[in-house]
């Protein structure tokens, strides 16, 4: 069964500082990840995906991820926060693409508080 | 392009009672999802419909819950009763394809007290 772990409830950083969310995960297939973005009283937002390729990601707001098959990881990372990063962030694996079954099993959530 | 819109925002209704909360996908989306997230835990996944059948729904609690998509458009998620352990934030998504990310709609908010 798929499963993801995201081991920090809660990270915290000075703004103008990197920041890096973890995320690890586990599949019996090809991994297929992604990261979404929860802001206060908003849905979930896609930031990034995994499918194939290079292993750095780079998606929406400066964010990227990177890929660690070995590792099994893919964790979310930007060179610089800024404050309005705060949010809750979501790391999801989805097992096969090539099915018609197109779940994802989501981590429990880790919170981004970035102080000015 | 409006995104996924779900209706109500919140509700609060007593153990016992029905609720019905429902999901505008973004227009031309075949692909439409549930999931629920209750207090603190992670988001997970309810079922999943193509245009107006249901492709996946292994992540159905029990047979209190209730989910149409009559003519592949909207989409309702009934519970009848509600119990205590049915609280927490029901979101929706919606994809356009299976290789395409999963658009998610704000989420209803229910109390089940």
């Known amino acids: 069964a798929q499963s993801v772990a995201q081991p920090e409830d809660q990270v915290n950083v000075a703004e103008g500082n990197p920041l890096t969310v973890k995320c690890t995960y586990s599949?019996?297939?090809?991994?297929?990840l992604f990261w979404y973005v929860q802001y206060p009283n908003r849905g979930l937002q896609f930031l990034l995906k995994?499918?194939?390729?290079?292993?750095l990601v780079k998606g929406s707001y400066g964010f990227e991820a990177e890929f660690n098959k070995s590792q099994t990881s893919f964790h979310l990372k930007k060179p610089s926060a800024l404050v309005s990063d705060s949010a809750l962030y979501f790391c999801?694996?989805?097992?096969?693409?090539?099915?018609?079954?197109?779940?994802?099993?989501f981590g429990t959530g880790t919170r981004l508080l970035v102080s000015p | 392009e409006a995104g996924v819109t779900q209706f109500p925002s919140h509700s609060v209704i007593e153990k016992g009672q029905t609720v019905t909360l429902r999901c505008d996908p973004i227009?031309?989306?075949?692909?439409l999802y549930w999931y629920r997230r209750v207090m603190g835990k992670e988001i997970k996944f309810l079922l999943h419909?193509?245009?107006?059948?249901?492709?996946?729904e292994s992540g159905m609690p029990n047979n209190r819950f209730l989910a149409e998509r009559t003519g592949g458009t909207y989409s309702t998620l009934k519970v009848q009763p509600a119990e205590l352990e049915d609280s927490g934030v029901y979101f929706c998504?919606?994809?356009?394809?299976?290789?395409?990310?999963?658009?998610f709609g704000p989420g209803t908010r229910l109390t089940v007290l």
């Open positions: 599949v019996s297939g090809n991994p297929y």
């Open positions: 419909f193509v245009k107006e059948s249901k492709q996946d």
């Open positions: 227009s031309g989306h075949d692909n």
């Open positions: 998504a919606s994809s356009s394809g299976q290789f395409n990310e999963q658009f």
């Open positions: 999801a694996v989805r097992e096969d693409m090539n099915t018609g079954f197109q779940k994802l099993v």
């Open positions: 995994y499918i194939t390729g290079d292993n």
